[in-house]
């Protein structure tokens, strides 16, 4: 069993969304394969209600505020995002921390938001290529880590995403062996809070130009448990290629 997910960023309106649900066909995905897309909040509401939306497309939301309601202009809260249909939250993406300048405390503040709403949070972390080039890998996603996991840790369900942020966008992949260190890492320290059994029930997806191409090695390298699509996800048919080509 593999997630594959997509996350559209601020790409595909209502219209275009309608559009994907209407081209997008799993049928050459196995069914033991779990599919989410994350559309932009606008689309939210016509991606869950579509009669066009194929069941198995289970719906996220990219972000949340960590308040359920109040005075927070253009923002969406975690009840709302849950009310328009989804039933995943995307926190902490690399976008929100870089460009929006999210700190590990807004990130657990938003993943204590989506499980008071019942959304099931899909976590990223990843390092820059500073940090990487500095050695600095392990220390930056464990630290991402911790600051969620005591809210995390009584959740029924969870998700972590490992995201290097230099392979996000760029053309870059992490190597197989670099996405198994890295999810290696997250794992023992899920096994640590949650035991093992426990943190094997916790996918950990790899992000970061996954293509039809590249899927399947990704996929194969130990301890990765799913992709989390940017780009690759836009286009229906090459979303349906990636959940085909992991087997
Ligand atoms: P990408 O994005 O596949 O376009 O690199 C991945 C992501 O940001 O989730």
């Not at 253009?74 to 870089?98: D, W």
């Not at 059994?197 to 799913?226: C, F, H, Q, R, W």
Request: negative net charge.
């Amino acid at each position: 069993m593999a997630v594959i997910a997509g996350n559209w960023k601020m790409h595909h309106g209502p219209a275009d969304a309608a559009a994907f649900l209407t081209e997008f066909d799993a049928t050459s995905v196995s069914a033991a394969h779990e599919l989410i897309v994350f559309p932009p909040s606008i689309s939210l509401y016509a991606v869950a209600s579509s009669p066009h939306r194929d069941p198995r497309l289970q719906v996220g939301v990219q972000n949340v505020h960590w308040e359920d309601a109040g005075a927070f202009t253009g923002e969406t809260s975690a009840p709302m995002a849950a009310g328009a249909g989804a039933t995943f939250s995307l926190i902490g993406h690399s976008e929100r921390r870089h460009v929006f300048g999210e700190s590990d405390e807004d990130t657990r503040r938003k993943v204590e938001a989506s499980l008071r709403a019942g959304l099931v949070p899909v976590l990223c972390v990843g390092e820059t290529l500073e940090e990487r080039q500095s050695g600095a890998v392990e220390r930056v996603i464990l630290r991402q880590l911790d600051a969620v996991l005591g809210a995390l840790r009584d959740a029924d369900r969870f998700l972590v995403a490992y995201e290097p942020v230099w392979a996000i966008g760029t053309g870059e992949t992490a190597t197989p062996a670099d996405a198994s260190s890295a999810h290696g890492t997250l794992r023992a320290r899920l096994e640590e809070v949650l035991g093992v059994a426990g943190a094997a029930t916790v996918p950990i997806l790899y992000g970061g130009s996954v293509k039809p191409g590249n899927a399947l090695e990704l996929m194969s390298s130990v301890d990765v448990d799913g992709v989390l699509v940017g780009g690759a996800s836009l286009e229906p048919t090459s979303f349906a290629e990636i959940g085909a080509a992991v087997g």
